[in-house]
């Protein structure tokens, strides 16, 4: 079992910066894959971004490459998400979300064993 608790979202205008962090309980932090998903209003959730155990591999929905970081510290048991240039299309409600025991980055929610609650993003234009 593990739980997961976001933080870092918030209002912000248009081409600013928010940081997320989700904290995860447990010792073996290390042995899940991790991923941030986000759901706007009336929307489905989807996928945004996903890293391996290690942190070695990184993979991101298309549109936030280049404006977007995933990053893990394992010794902390955190996972981050760097959002940068952020846009009105932005805002929802992001989730972090860990997948036990695989080598791979994983993208599709369904395939994640535990969620976090969730923390609000709103960028206004």
């Known amino acids: 079992q593990v739980q997961l608790v976001e933080s870092g979202g918030g209002l912000v205008q248009a081409g600013g910066s928010l940081r997320l962090s989700c904290v995860a309980s447990?010792?073996?932090?290390?042995?899940?894959?991790m991923g941030w998903f986000r759901q706007a209003p009336g929307k489905e959730r989807e996928f945004v971004a996903a890293?391996?155990?290690?942190?070695?591999?990184?993979y991101y929905t298309d549109s936030v490459k280049g404006r977007f970081t995933i990053s893990r510290d394992n010794a902390k048991n955190t996972v981050y998400l760097q959002m940068n240039s952020l846009k009105p299309e932005d805002t929802a409600v992001y989730y972090c979300?860990?997948?036990?025991?695989?080598?791979?980055?994983?993208?599709?929610?369904?395939?994640?064993?535990?969620w976090g609650q969730g923390t609000q993003v709103t960028v206004s234009s």
């Open positions: 890293i391996s155990r290690s942190g070695g591999t990184t």
């Open positions: 447990g010792r073996t932090f290390s042995s899940y894959a």
């Open positions: 979300a860990a997948r036990w025991a695989t080598s791979v980055v994983v993208i599709t929610s369904p395939d994640y064993d535990y």
